[in-house]
């Protein structure tokens, strides 16, 4: 009998000493842990995962012309451009443009701001989220088909299959009495449903952008994730309702529990609180892929770190990836299938590049990006897309 109760003891240990380490949060069962005390450094290249990239410049036919924008997508072999400008460019593969979505106005037709977009794969139609709060529906050659009033406004936008999910940013809704960080879009009544109670304590604030923080990844699989930056949680989300579906556990550097966090003072900026309250934030950046998940996030305040995880060898790493093919600067992540990753490079870089080789300060830097820059036009500013190719795996 003292043999059988060691024995219990010795299988329950690893479960206590979980719940010391997690500050005795109980995880979602099904969701998968990355333990980022268990990740080993990233020390290789990007060429481990990638054979090539390609590089596709937006030209700037028909007024084409973009500075910051807020989200690119690729489907239909076209790439979808929505800009601070509150338009929606569409160009093709090779970087053509095709025709821009600019119906900017105060018509019963016409939108003031664009929050964000999707596209319905199943019937090849663009759906805009504007401001005021309306679905416009288009299809490819840019023809208005159809508008739903929506409920209230949100910062960002996806479609799942019958719904539509919106992230509100920690946007107050004065009508419903709190914080609202995602919602359901019944997309033929535009009624809204919250799914994810925002931040109370931020006292009313809006969440501060770190890097390019798209609320909304969708996966190769089809899986539409969300994530915001100032949880280490990632959701999965269907019509059916949303899941946990990966955890990034910092032990005892988790992000604190909505609960137990201090109210922010009036003359505090959100900024300032989430430095002294979060040792982890700013998580984002994220794509997936069959064979790997990616996300970035801050550590220490300071220092920006990524995460990969290798699900065939059940692998995570925590560092940065060298040398990515581009020239010694960085590239933000749009979108990955089993194929490919598309990250882009912005025209504020593409500026900067530019001076550095006309005062001769480009130094050893050299890549695919920087040799396609030296040929540019001066007008051109435009980003450029560039488009890893995996390595295939044998699984």
Known sequence: ?????????ILCLPLFSCVEKNQGVSFPSNAVVLEYDQAKDIDFDYSLLFDSVEI????????????EYFHIKYAFDRFFVSSK????????????????????????????ELRGFDLSLKDSL???????????????????????????????????????????????????????????LDLSTGKMEMKIPGYAFLNGR?????????????????ELLFNDPLSNYLYVLSDEGVEVKYILDFA???????????????????????????????YNNCWENAHYFFINMKTDNEKEESLLYDKQEKQLYAGYLRN????????????????????????????????????QEIGAMKGRVIEFIKQLDEEQGNPIICMYHFRKRID
């Open 1 to 9: 009998m003292h043999v059988r109760n060691l024995f219990v003891l």
């Open 56 to 67: 596709v410049l937006l030209d700037t036919l028909h007024d084409a012309f973009l500075t």
């Open 85 to 112: 400008s509150h338009q929606l460019f569409v160009f093709d593969r090779s970087g053509k443009s095709l025709l821009k979505i600019d119906n900017k106005g105060a018509g019963p037709q016409e939108y003031i």
């Open 126 to 184: 663009v759906c805009l989220y504007t401001y005021p709060p309306k679905l416009m529906w288009y299809d490819l050659n840019g023809k208005f088909m159809r508008q739903t009033i929506v409920e209230n406004q949100g910062f960002d936008f996806a479609l799942l299959d019958n719904k539509g999910a919106v992230y509100e940013k920690n946007a107050i809704d004065n009508n419903k009495g709190g914080a609202q960080l995602l919602n359901y």
């Open 206 to 222: 809006l969440l501060p952008t770190y890097q390019r923080n798209n609320a909304f990844t969708r996966t190769s699989s089809g």
């Open 252 to 282: 005892q550097k988790n992000p604190p529990q909505t609960d137990n966090t201090p109210l922010m003072g009036s003359s505090e900026s959100s900024t300032e609180y989430i430095n002294k309250n979060f040792p982890v934030y700013g």
């Open 324 to 359: 990515n093919m581009l020239g010694g600067f960085n590239s933000y992540n749009v979108m990955a299938t089993d194929e490919w990753l598309i990250t882009y490079v912005t025209s504020e870089q593409i500026t900067d590049i530019k001076q550095l080789i006309e005062i």
